[in-house]
Each structure stands twice: as structure tokens, then as C-alpha cells.
């Protein structure tokens, strides 16, 4: 479809982010958005990113970083052992699996954001709201419970701030890179990889 001056409408696609359903070196620029700290798997996405993106192509993503909510991870280590935030990379590990997958010129920065919340309560409740839920597979599948809830609210306590609420803070990493030339190796294994076209190759006939 298209819109008035022939410019196309966009295509909604439901996909998994480790198995994007598009074209070989088929998008110009690729733009992540606070996605990729739900996936394990950074490799697995960073080479389908790699293979739909021209060469050349921009790649622009945002992440948390590990600094994420670490006034609620250390409450909830204090109520039990089981972990209730989930685990992010750092930006040295984000840099890493970027140049592993064979992005070229990868450029890395980092903030700090500190939000407010009158109690525990409200702050899961907006996480909920946000869908940001713990999705490591270590989390605990049952209920955490009035009293671990209550002990996890007790240690959150000393950390009010001089304004009343408790401080939550979110670390945002962002990277920008760009697509590599075809034959560029990539690290897999720890064994760099060339793939190249089989057209490409050529067959010396037989005398």
C-alpha cells in the first residue's frame, strides 16, 4: 500500500527478534528500542540483525544496562536468594557481541536515570505496566509472598531519599554501527567465519 506522493505505509510484523522473518540485506537502517535486554541470546540477535542490514546499513539500538534497578535487586536479596530483576549486559559486553558479529565503527554511550516511587509497591506495579518483568530463567515461578514482599520493602527503606520516595534507577546504553561489506569474517566459536555468495566462486573448467 501507499500513501498520498507514493511514499509506502509501513507493514506491521509480529516476529521474534533472534528470527527476524526478513530479506537477506534488505533494511537501510535498523532501530532497537529498549528490547534487547529481554533476550539471553545477544549473539543470536546481533547476527540476524548483521544479515538483514545492507552493508552500510545504520544499526541504532537501545538497552538497560546492569546499574538497572539495583536498589530493587539488592531489596529482594535480602528477602531470598532467587533472583527478581533480570540480568542486562554491560556496554563492555554490548561492545563485544556488536564487533563479534562483525559490525563495523561500533560507538557506545551510556545514562543514568533516577525516578521516584512512594513505596515497593507502586514501583512493581509500574513495571507490570510497562511489561518489564523479570525474564531470566533462574526466576522463581511461584508467588514471592506477603513476607518475602514485606522484608524486600523493609530493606528497600533506608535508601529514601530527602524528597520522601524511593530512588529506582535505570541505565540506558546506546550503540550505533554500521552494516559490514559482504565477506567480511565474523567471530563464530571463536573462529572467524567468511560466508560468501556460491555465484561468487569461481570453477576452473577441466582441460
Request: include cysteine.
Amino acid at each position: 500500500p501507499r500513501l498520498l506522493g507514493g511514499a509506502r505505509r509501513p507493514e506491521p510484523v509480529c516476529a521474534d527478534a533472534r528470527a527476524l522473518p526478513l530479506r537477506d540485506a534488505s533494511v537501510d537502517v535498523l532501530f532497537s528500542n529498549l528490547c534487547l535486554q529481554w533476550v539471553e541470546d545477544l549473539p543470536a540477535v546481533f547476527a540476524g540483525f548483521r544479515r538483514v542490514l545492507k552493508p552500510g546499513g545504520l544499526l541504532l539500538v537501545s538497552t538497560f544496562g546492569p546499574d538497572t534497578l539495583f536498589e530493587l535487586r539488592g531489596a529482594f536479596a535480602e528477602a531470598d536468594a532467587a533472583p527478581h530483576v533480570s540480568p542486562f549486559a554491560s556496554i563492555a559486553q554490548f561492545g563485544d557481541a556488536l564487533i563479534a558479529a562483525g559490525f563495523k565503527n561500533p560507538v557506545l554511550d551510556r545514562d543514568e536515570f533516577v525516578l521516584g516511587h512512594p513505596d515497593l509497591g507502586h514501583l512493581m506495579r509500574e513495571l507490570r505496566t510497562l511489561g518489564a518483568t523479570n525474564a531470566s530463567v533462574e526466576r522463581r515461578r511461584s508467588l514471592t509472598g506477603r513476607a518475602r514482599f514485606a522484608r524486600a520493602a523493609e530493606a528497600y527503606e533506608p535508601l529514601r531519599g530527602a524528597d520522601g520516595r524511593l530512588p529506582a534507577t535505570w541505565e540506558v546504553i546506546y550503540a550505533h554501527a554500521w552494516g559490514p561489506e559482504p565477506g567480511t569474517p565474523i567471530r563464530v566459536g571463536g573462529v572467524d567465519e567468511v560466508q560468501v555468495p556460491v555465484s561468487s566462486i569461481r570453477v576452473r573448467p577441466r582441460p
